[in-house]
């Protein structure tokens, strides 16, 4: 099946920093999403995308498909930014629509 | 409507009894997931409906677990013997998916059933 792997697994900041999140996947995907779980467990979905680059305040995301990778930004971290941060794929061939596929999720620990 | 609702929130209960949580999804979303998370992993796909049709199983739904959506509405997933593996965050999803194809439209997650077996 396709691999997910998101990188640095940790990664603390000091607030008011800014960092980049890796996800690199193995096979062609249709879809792509980022997730923030935050400490009390609740997952918000950040963006959907596939390809391309999008931005939502102090976050943006870009997907280069065809060399199958995303990159998540962080601009000017808070406190609130911390968490654990995932990934989560769909196969474009023989993948399930409803079945998505976590990486294992980068840690963030912003530090005021 | 104030998002996915989830209950028990937390569960403790001894290896061999059976389980069972609930799902309340959005109101007008017709797609239904439910995901198990262990620490330190991200959600792992259990099973999806599309109204009250199961699409899809993972092989991680043994026949100790089953999943049922009699409306379309709310779900339940029920977990016969349990076994101290099983324990686990239960988390359920739902989206608002307009044709067959994956539209890529925003997965909703509740707060997640938290299941200890002892």
């Known amino acids: 099946g396709i691999q997910v792997e998101q990188s640095p697994p940790d990664l603390i900041l000091q607030e008011g920093a800014n960092s980049t999140l890796r996800c690199n996947f193995s096979?062609?995907?249709?879809?792509l999403q980022w997730f923030h779980q935050n400490p009390w467990g609740q997952l918000i979905n950040l963006f959907y995308i596939p390809s391309g680059t999008k931005q939502n305040g102090r976050l943006s995301a870009t997907t280069v498909a065809t060399e199958r990778y995303s990159l998540l930004y962080i601009s000017s971290s808070q406190t609130t930014d911390s968490g654990v941060y995932f990934c989560?794929?769909?196969?474009?061939?023989?993948?399930?629509?409803?079945?998505?596929?976590f990486g294992k999720g980068t840690k963030l620990s912003v530090k005021p | 409507d104030t998002g996915v609702s989830q209950n028990p929130r937390h569960k403790i209960t001894k290896r061999g009894q059976n389980v069972t949580f609930r799902c309340d999804p959005i109101s007008e979303h017709n797609r239904l997931y439910w995901y198990r998370q262990t620490l330190g992993q991200g959600p792992e796909f259990l099973t999806y409906?599309?109204?009250?049709?199961?699409?899809?199983k993972s092989r991680l739904l043994s026949d100790r677990f089953s999943a049922e959506r009699p409306k379309g509405s709310f779900s339940t997933l029920e977990i016969q013997r349990t076994e101290q593996g099983d324990s686990a965050m239960y988390l359920c999803a739902s989206s608002l998916t307009l044709n067959t194809e994956y539209s890529g439209n925003t997965i909703y997650f509740g707060e997640g059933s938290w299941l200890t077996v002892v």
């Open positions: 409906f599309q109204n009250e049709a199961q699409l899809e």
């Open positions: 989560a794929v769909v196969m474009n061939y023989g993948g399930s629509q409803g079945n998505l596929i």
């Open positions: 096979d062609s995907v249709n879809n």
